[in-house]
């Protein structure tokens, strides 16, 4: 590692510091700001009462104790507890709890997505103009263009009320292959026109033109040499997919019953459980800050060429 690319890392995660102290001021600030408060919707409760309610969660204190205390604790992951569970539930309890079925979800709907979007991507540029480069495309921007409650409404029928082979929630293992496919079905589309758009670039170069006269093979051309310079486009965009996809889809994870943050997400704004809100939000953050960073890494790893500034 030279001192250049050294020094970018080093200058990237001081970004990523300032970039995390911003979004947790907006976050909070932006809480602030919602009419009512976190006790609001509770029945009956008397001033008494709540004025014990906002002593323990430390909301009697002034706005600025409160965000500098809130700031200090949210950059090592300390987001508070609960208002609406139960006992005292740590929020970043309740993330990795969620995490365990969001992550697995994701992760194999993340890899599903970037292995086949290559693969159709980069083969329908092969067969630029051909019926199978239209069939590939037609595909891609049907998947593009149709909802993710769409695509899950259909495979839940198809596959639970008609031919009944999967179950309808995330109970079971089985029950996690449905909102995997709806997962990746959106991003697969974006990597394959990606893949398709730089790798068409990539065949019109010189060095490909001098591989196909030396005889080289299709699979050989393709992968090997075109490839490779032709998935900058394709990191730039999977980094933060994979974070959104980890983090799960709010609808998604909603229809099929999976017990992911992304329901935690949605009873949260439900139940007006600020702390769980803003910690799910600044988590979000951290997921994305970092696969950003991961992805500008991989251009130098992928395309030794590419100078990072």
Known sequence: MNKKFLFYIIKRILLAFVTVVIVISVTFFAMQLIPGGPFTSERAVSP????RLEAMYGLDQPIMVQ???YLQNAIVFNFGYSIKSRGAVAVIDIIFRGMRYSAATGIIAASIAILLGVILGSFAAYKHNTWVDKTIMVFSTASVAVPSFVVSTLLLYLFCVEWKLLPANGSSWRGFILPTITLSFSPMAYIIRLTRSST?????SDYIRTAHAKGLSFTRVLYKHSLRNSLTPVITYGG???AFIITGSLVVEKIFGVPGIG??????????????????TIFLTYLIIIMVLVSDILYKVVNPR???E
Do not use: K, W
């Open 67 to 69: 965000y500098f205390r």
């Open 263 to 280: 329901r935690d997400y949605v009873s949260s704004i439900t139940n007006r459980d600020y702390p769980v809100i803003m910690g799910l």
């Open 48 to 51: 008494e009462s709540l004025a």
């Open 240 to 242: 933060p997919m994979i």
């Open 200 to 204: 068409l670039d990539v065949l019109n």
């Open 306 to 308: 590419v100078e990072l």
